[in-house]
């Protein structure tokens, strides 16, 4: 059996007020029937369920994709925490961009590159990661410790 729009006329009204309770934001909540829809098309199986279970699979999906999203939000926003909990855009807000760079030389070669990857080219620890082969959670953590050793020489 393959989709088709009355799989999708006959889904979206349960779909829907499920989507809007969970993301308590009507463009969140459409972001997620969406993406639920494009994953159920990788799992045409899905669609030879019966109703109920469709549905449940939906639910679930879409669920796991909110709880997915916050938490990767979480984390970006205390990835860049440093230990009194200032983040670093406050550490670094009472300096130019010049000023920031001439104390980023104090610091070693290798954490001097992650601060620069991260906030002049903005690129994220996973991506780090990926280019030198190292979990995100260690360029995190040398991140941080850059921060400190940067806070410490203010």
């Known amino acids: 059996m393959h989709m088709d729009s009355k799989h999708y006329e006959q889904l979206y009204p349960h779909l829907l007020p499920f989507a809007n309770k969970i993301a308590r934001d009507s463009h969140e909540a459409n972001d997620l029937i969406q993406e639920a829809w494009l994953r159920s098309m990788k799992h045409s199986y ?26 990767k ?12 909990g200032h983040s670093a855009g406050e550490l670094f807000s009472d300096y130019s961009k010049v000023e920031v760079s001439l104390m980023m030389t104090a610091l070693p070669e ?28 260690t360029i ?6 850059a921060l400190v050793l940067l806070q410490k020489s203010m």
């Not at 669609?47 to 938490?71: G, S, V, Y």
């Not at 939000?73 to 009194?84: I, K, L, Y």
């Not at 903005?122 to 979990?135: A, N």
């Open 46 to 71: 899905i669609f030879e369920l019966e109703l109920p279970k469709q549905r449940a699979w939906f639910f679930k999906t879409m669920k796991r994709m909110l709880i997915d999203e916050r938490r």
């Open 140 to 145: 995190r953590s040398k991140i941080k410790k």
């Open 110 to 137: 290798d954490l001097y590159d992650l601060v620069y990857k991260t906030y002049w080219l903005g690129m994220s620890s996973l991506e780090i990661g990926r280019l030198q082969g190292v979990p995100a959670s």
């Open 73 to 84: 939000h979480s984390r970006e926003q205390n990835e860049w925490a440093v230990d009194d």
